[in-house]
């Protein structure tokens, strides 16, 4: 019984050591077919787009030459580098300024950025006027048209007389509805009080 552990264990060394040989070459065409990856990420390396581990998120003209934004995703920090700029986890080295490309060493690879287009949103058309709200009695223009930057005295009486002026035009609606809604005629008599 002894003697079936150690034939136990080279089968089975055997049969691990078969299976990894037969898997390696099965890799390597998995690789290169990969749903994953870019369509052309076999003719030009490996292709770091914006989900990629860094990005390019700029290009400004300086004294010393062109800089670049790069974009650390894992770490969420951009640095501005020059090109063959050593320091960090990546060194630019090459930029077409045509294409607003750059080529990054990073990691041991060689990745091929694109400046990263930002994605907006457009949250509708803008109207050009106030909604149009029922029941909501809107601003009367000629309340904000007296409000000036820097009052005078007279500035101010005069706004001070439209306010008055609009709190009297609005009395009057409330009057001419609530006497409308109580049967009487506008300016009619008011009912007499009631005796407590």
Known sequence: MGMRLPTRWIWANAVAFAAFAWAGPLRADLAASSPFLPANAAAS??????SGPIELRGVTATSEGASYC???????KDFWVGLNE???DFVVKAADSA?????????GRSLHLVLHTAKVASSGSVSAGPPDVRGVQQVNPALTATVVLNPTPADEQRRLDAVAQEVRRRRMEREKAAEAQNGQAPGGALPPAPNR
């Open 99 to 107: 294409s607003d490309s750059v080529t990054v060493d990073y990691q």
């Open 70 to 76: 790069i974009y650390d995703t894992a770490k969420k």
């Open 45 to 50: 390396g490996a292709l770091a787009g914006p």
């Open 86 to 88: 050593a320091g960090h």
